[in-house]
């Protein structure tokens, strides 16, 4: 009987997993078939940030469902949060004639294309839906944001959100929705700024559909038996299995180094780090 979990109906991949993959699959296949999750000390202002970043998150989920949002001043980073909150607020006021829905889920299953999306918040109109991902900022606040934008739109991520949301959005709208109808905004509250700005195409569906399919299928065909180690070495000192690896800890001083690194961290990973 075969029990590799990658081949159970159940399993959809993620653009974390996939990517995860690519760094490295023996770390794929710690954290995601034999559900590894060693818990690693990580560093101060590592955590700092992770709590922040996941706070803004619960923030903006609460105020496109019209509740408060219950922090107070005692909360790790509360000055920063009440300015981001502040130019979310005065960004997105919410209006009448656009559907909020905030922390979505979307799931599809085609056959080996089975993917999960999880979004910051939809935003249905009249004219199509709008995706809105939320990235704050980082402990580089210069970064170039030309740059940086330019990542964002070529990242897996955009890729997995637009192709499920085009896929199932007649769960959201129980309609079809054409390809033009749908964009993708990545946005920032300190400065603000709309990182990057996406508008889909029916020719970005039909490459997307078969880069995803190559990058599972990879997945389901890779063999661990010809896992070699030395080709993923530079991804070992972010990893919470260095130690099982190569008998060494994660080194956090480096982490926060390095800004490249940092600047494409999102909390799912950081989360990974705990």
Not at 195 to 202: H, R, V
Not at 223 to 241: A, I, V
Request: glycine share 4%; with cysteine.
């Amino acid at each position: 009987m075969n029990n590799d979990l990658r081949f159970f109906n159940y399993f959809l991949f993620t653009q974390q997993s996939i990517s995860t993959f690519e760094k490295c699959p023996l770390k794929f296949k710690k954290r995601y078939l034999e559900g590894l999750k060693w818990k690693s000390v990580i560093s101060e202002e590592l955590n700092r940030r992770r709590e922040i970043g996941n706070n803004f998150h619960i923030m903006a989920h609460r105020y496109f469902l019209g509740i408060d949002t219950g922090f107070t001043e005692g909360i790790e980073g509360y000055e920063e949060l009440s300015r981001w909150i502040e130019a979310l607020k005065t960004y997105f006021p919410k209006t009448d004639d656009a559907l909020y829905l905030p922390e979505y889920k979307l799931r599809m299953a085609k056959e080996t294309l089975r993917l999960e999306a999880n979004f910051d918040l939809l935003v249905v109109k009249k004219g199509g839906i709008e995706i809105w991902d939320w990235k704050t900022p980082g402990k580089n606040k210069a970064v170039d944001e030309r740059l940086k934008g330019e990542r964002l739109k070529g990242s897996l991520q955009s890729m997995v959100y637009l192709f499920v949301l085009k896929e199932q959005a007649q769960r959201v709208v129980q309609r079809e929705i054409d390809c033009s109808n749908i964009r993708m905004f990545y946005w920032q509250p300190e400065p603000v700024s709309v990182l990057a700005e996406i508008s889909y195409t029916d020719e970005m569906h039909e490459e997307f559909r078969h880069t995803l399919k190559r990058k599972i299928d990879g997945i389901l065909e890779y063999d661990y038996g010809s896992f070699d180690k030395k080709l993923y070495r530079k991804n070992c000192m972010y990893c919470e299995f260095n130690w099982f690896c190569n008998n060494e800890r994660v080194d956090f001083e480096a982490v926060e180094e390095d800004e490249d690194f940092l600047d494409q961290l999102d909390w799912d990973s950081i989360e990974e780090l705990r």
